[in-house]
């Protein structure tokens, strides 16, 4: 496998760890004295769950680093509920895409293409407006009122690993919380950093935008 499929890969792996804090497969509760802590704890999730059920449509650029510095940039753009294209450029062969009932990844150079079922995926809970992140993972002190850290991980599925999704403060966000950046370590501690730059949130996006070409079926690469 090449440096460029293996960081995509990661990306791919980021993707389901962080997607099953919030919601699709029960990952481990958070554990939280009673008290003030409780009451906080509490009001922070319930910005992050604000947060990402008020994003109807977004883009982002991205900037993807794998443990080994293999870096891979690119622009998001996600589609509630369910819908995400990664997107590496015109001259790219690989990609990785969900229309809502499948995540693929599809690699032209090779001609092959992976697919998951979302519900099979995690990815399909991130954007979901009925799931509840307050259900699944914990918070991570920051030391930052403005910033959140969400940590998730599932003892009973361990191949999915463990993710920090990070949020901060910004009034020009949905909800007032943007997603900024995840943490993925994978079953074998590979680490993998997605930073999310320029997000544009309420843009048009047509549903064409997360169909690909086959390249099973002709050798073409993605338009």
Do not use: C
């Not at 994003?55 to 794998?66: E, P, S, V």
């Not at 370590?185 to 320029?198: E, G, I, M, S």
């Amino acid at each position: 496998m090449t440096n460029r499929r293996s960081t995509a890969r990661s990306l791919l792996l980021g993707l389901g760890a962080g997607a099953l804090g919030l919601g699709l497969v029960p990952a481990l509760p958070a554990t939280i004295a009673p008290g003030p802590l409780a009451a906080q704890s509490a009001s922070e999730l319930d910005a992050v769950v604000g947060a990402l059920r008020a994003i109807g449509t977004m883009r982002a650029d991205f900037t993807q680093t794998d443990r080994q510095g293999n870096v891979m940039a690119g622009v998001m753009t996600l589609k509630r509920p369910g819908k995400i294209r990664f997107d590496y450029g015109k001259d790219s062969d690989f990609l990785v895409i969900s229309n809502g009932k499948s995540l693929y990844v599809v690699d032209y150079e090779v001609s092959q293409v992976e697919r998951w079922p979302i519900k099979n995926s995690p990815l399909g809970a991130l954007f979901d407006p009925e799931r509840d992140v307050k259900r699944f993972g914990k918070l991570v002190p920051t030391g930052n009122p403005d910033v959140i850290s969400v940590e998730v991980r599932d003892p009973k599925k361990p191949e999915f690993g463990m993710i920090n999704l990070i949020f901060v403060r910004n009034a020009s966000a949905p909800g007032g919380w943007q997603l900024t950046h995840w943490v993925a370590l994978d079953a074998q501690n590979h680490r993998t950093r997605v930073q999310l730059t320029n997000q544009r949130y309420g843009v048009p996006v047509a549903d064409s935008t997360f169909t690909f070409r086959d390249p099973r079926r002709a050798s073409r690469r993605p338009g």
